[in-house]
């Protein structure tokens, strides 16, 4: 258990140092440049609030380049993996299931920053904020395709960040456990939402199913890390809400 609990701190570390100390892989991105985060210096609670209203407007309104993300590079782009052009019907599904998940991922993103606001114990602070990087790479993911696509991200993304700080805060306000708990029920039910669209997207496209690929990778370690950390289970009607709201959410991010 002890040697598990230093390979997450370590992949934490990781994550962390490579954006705010590294060179990111991806030569496109300057993440290096940006201010020191949270956990690793003194931040007062009205810092840590601008600091969530600033990626509240970043996720929103800003270039998806704009947002934190660890720099990993996008799954399935510049390899061998070329996808076969769509026509425009397809194009347009592929888009909205595209503009669900990027959907999903501020409201992810969202939970992360609520919870970390109010995290009791540095460690789980820590694990939230490295999570919500990989979360901003998801963000960045889905944002490219849906450029590459000539879609637009979701109009509705400022409603759904700020729904989910919320939320996010008064699961954290519960107790690290239930946050964590939280958390894990969140990502379980986004495994679930991405096998779907796996099924939904064409065969023929391949880079959109590299990055969902690669997004479930992530959560099911989210989920395992939250778990290891003491995560609580849920009662049952929580995890039935938290279904209905993440229904409205896809349903209209699909069209809006
Ligand atoms: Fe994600
Ligand atoms: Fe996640």
Redesign the pocket.
Known sequence: MGAAKDREVYRQRAVLERVFVHKPPNSAFSYNKRPMPASLRHLSPLDRILSVVDQGLRVSWASPRATAASGRPTPGAGGDLAPAPLDPATARHVAGLMRVNHAGEVA?QALYHGQALVARDPAVRNFLQA?AL??GDHLLWCAERLESLHSHTSRLNPLWYAGSVVIGAIAGLCGDAISLGFIAET?RQ?EGHLDAHLTRLPVADTISRAIIEQMKQ??VQ?RQHALARGGAALPAPVRAVMRAVAKLMTSSAYWV
């Open positions: 992810a999570a990989e979360e990502e986004v992530d959560e989210h």
